[in-house]
Structure formats: C-alpha cells, structure tokens
C-alpha cells in the first residue's frame, strides 16, 4: 500500500520533465542522455534497431540562415584571433556607423552575435525568417525524396519501393538570434533501417541531393506590402559520418554528443529570455542584449499587423520568432523518447519490487483506490536547499563517470 502521508512532506514529488538547461539542470541531463541514445541508436544500432545501419550512407547537414545585416563575430586562423570585419578606408554607412570592426574579439565577448549598425540590421526579416524556419526545414524533407527520383527518373511512389530517408534534427541558436538546425540524414532500404539502400545510395548521391534540394526551396512571405522569400543560407556543410574518427568526416558519437548538447538550450543562449513575455511593457526591464531586445519588440509590433495574424509572434517573442520544435526525427529513424522512458521507468519497477521483495505485475491484481490532486510546481520552505545539493552531488558523480569513460591527456589517458 501507498499514500502521499507516508512521504517526508506530506507530497508526491515528480520531475518536471523541462528539457531545458537553464530552467532545470536535473531534468536537462536526462533529457540530453536520452537524446543522445536515440540519435546513436540510428547510427550503430541498439535500442531495437538492427547493428547493419551502422553501414548505411548518412551525413551530418548544417543548415544556416542568410544575412540580414553584418554582426560581430569572432574569426581565427591557427588558433589565432582576426580582425573582426576589417575594412581598407574605414568607410561608413548611410546612418554614419563604421561599416568594419577592427577589434579581436575574445570567445567570451558579449559584442559578439550584434549588428555592426542596429539601423542597417534587417530586423523584420530576420524575425519573419525564425517564424518560418520550421515550415522551410518541413518543405526541404518534402522535396529531399523528389530530388532523388528526379535523379532516377521515377515516380515518388516507386521510389519508395527502392529507399527510404530517415533523419533526425536539432534546432541551435546562433549568437546572432537566428535558428539553424543540426540532421542526420540517413538513406535506407525501403524496409527502414533494418533494410540496405540500393548500391547506388552512397554518401555523395545523399551529399549532392541535399546541396541541390536546400537550394530549391523557400517559403514566400509577405512583408511591408512587398513579398518576403525565405531561404537557406548560403553556408551549408554535408559531412559523411562513419563510426572511427580517423576516417575523413565526423564521427558517430562526437555527432550524437553534439546533438544531444543542443537539444537542452533554447534562445536562452542568444541573449534572451527563457519563458513567455506577457506583455510589451516588460521588454524594457528585461536582462537582455540590446540586439535580442530588438527582435523581441519587433515580434510584438508585427503581431499587431493583419497580414501576420496566423503568425502568433507575440506568443513566440522570447523565442525571437522561431515557433518550431527543438529536436525532431523521422518515424523509421530510430527508437523515441517515449520507449526510452518506458523502458526506464520498467527497469526501476522491477528493481524497486525486488527490493521489498513483491511478487511480479502478473501474479497479482493490482488496486487503485483515491485520487491525486495537483498541488504546486517549486520548492517549499528550504527545500531549494537540499535539491542543490542533490544535482551538485549528481554532477559531480556523472562528471567524473565521463571522465573515466573519456580520459583526457591532463588525466594521464589518450595520446601525449
């Protein structure tokens, strides 16, 4: 028998479950372990997904967003920090502003991610490009399929008889406050993953059919009257994944541990804030970068126009615009989140019943009498305490699990 009197506080303690970093740690580390099982899962195999997938043709895609007006930026080559935005005659633009930056900026430095000249910065683009990013990721999956039977000279339909394309995306923030999303593109047999591609299927098919699709498709929007076309940027990487990393491309896991990563942040990490703005009245007192800031209010007046009404920018305001989800993949990509956390939650059962020493789910009926009512989200009187210094005692211990797993040369591991 259990009841909510017998706990310490009188309450049954859960999880909030945020994946984000900055406004749950502990529940972040979850979800980014998770994370990291199930874009690995498609790329060795394991989690029901059959260990041959580990042979089939994927890349690691980057897709970014264009310019919509020069930043600061931190530029290094060997090591070494350049110039800025060097500029011969120091020339200056319509509103009198230095069009060049001669500074090195430092990897810490808040200037960095911010207009060069915030009345040259297109900020009603830059904005209509976040709410549209997740509509031009969405065309590009539609159109990826097309380009290959274009290339074959079939239909769709037969396609699918042939191969399939699988995927798995995160979304990360530029410092610059623009989305651009991380996917691992993988071409399969027309069973899933655990079918073989075609002989034909190989990497640079799949690299080239990505260049030529993400430079076909744009989403049309309109903007002061005038039509606004949403596209890719111009800088695109397509690398081939493999499992060692001494072969030329990325590797399996540094790809999974890179997508993980990100699946955990937000906007956050582009000078903004973490949660909904209610009310234009608070943007002003909000701890901000002055370029975030900017975006926000140009979310709120946009709103306010009748040609972005199905736009819900002021809803999506803390987010710069961008409405879509973080991480998302394909149907026959792997296994979900969902399975993980099941499979999770068995595990502790059983052990928990082993403990007491309970007969199993099948030998006896289970009785549920009561009910359960939500009291509060939060800490209470001092509680705030105990939970910090359960995560520091959590970290500590996964930090240095890592370090075990993954030597450094300072450790004593890996090569001098």
């Not at 874009?39 to 041959?52: Q, Y």
């Not at 580990?54 to 931190?74: I, L």
């Not at 001669?102 to 911010?114: K, L, N, P, T, V």
């Not at 002003?284 to 007046?301: K, N, Q, S, W």
């Amino acid at each position: 028998m259990y009841q909510t009197a017998d706990e310490p506080t009188g309450f049954l303690l859960t999880a909030c479950g945020n994946r984000r970093a900055s406004r749950c740690p502990a529940c972040s580390e979850t979800y980014r372990d998770d994370t990291y099982h199930l874009i690995l899962s498609g790329l060795r195999g394991g989690k029901g997904v059959p260990e041959d997938v580990s042979a089939h043709p994927r890349v690691f895609a980057t897709f970014t967003a264009p310019s919509f007006g020069a930043v600061h930026a931190r530029r290094e080559r060997d090591g070494k920090a350049l110039m800025c935005r060097p500029r011969r005659d120091t020339p200056v633009c319509e509103h009198g502003r230095p069009e060049g930056c001669g500074a090195r900026h430092e990897q810490d430095d808040s200037q960095i991610g911010q207009p060069i000249c915030v009345d040259c910065y297109d900020y009603v683009g830059a904005v209509l490009w976040n709410a549209h990013a997740g509509e031009l990721w969405r065309r590009f999956t539609q159109a990826l399929p097309a380009s290959f039977a274009r290339r074959l000279g079939i239909t769709r339909a037969a396609l699918r008889k042939r191969m399939r394309l699988s995927y798995a995306k995160v979304a990360e923030y530029q410092a610059r406050g623009l989305v651009h999303f991380h996917a691992v593109i993988r071409l399969d047999g027309p069973a899933g993953p655990a079918d073989r591609p075609p002989d034909w299927a190989a990497v640079p098919v799949l690299q080239d059919a990505i260049r030529e699709t993400a430079a076909s498709v744009s989403v049309l929007v309109p903007k002061d009257g005038s039509p606004f076309t949403g596209r890719w940027g111009s800088q695109l990487d397509v690398d081939p994944i493999y499992v060692s990393p001494a072969l030329e491309g990325v590797a399996d896991q540094r790809v999974a541990s890179y997508i993980a990563k990100y699946a955990t942040k937000g906007a956050e990490s582009a000078g903004t804030v973490d949660r909904p703005i209610r009310d234009i009245r608070y943007v002003a007192g909000l701890e901000v970068t002055e370029h975030a800031r900017r975006m926000i209010y140009t979310c709120f007046i946009l709103d306010r126009q009748p040609e972005f009404r199905l736009l819900p920018l002021r809803q999506w305001a803390h987010m710069l615009g961008y409405r879509g989800h973080f991480s998302t993949k394909s149907r026959h990509y792997s296994t979900t989140l969902g399975a993980l956390r099941q499979a999770r939650a068995d595990h502790q059962a059983e052990a928990s019943r082993q403990r007491r020493g309970l007969p199993g789910l099948g030998t006896r009926q289970t009785v549920t009498a009561g009910q359960w009512g939500y009291v509060g989200s939060g800490h209470r009187d001092g509680e705030h305490f105990w939970a910090e210094l359960a995560r520091q005692r959590v970290s500590a211990a996964r930090r240095l699990a890592r370090q075990q797993q993954h030597p450094s040369p300072r450790d004593g591991g890996g090569c001098p």
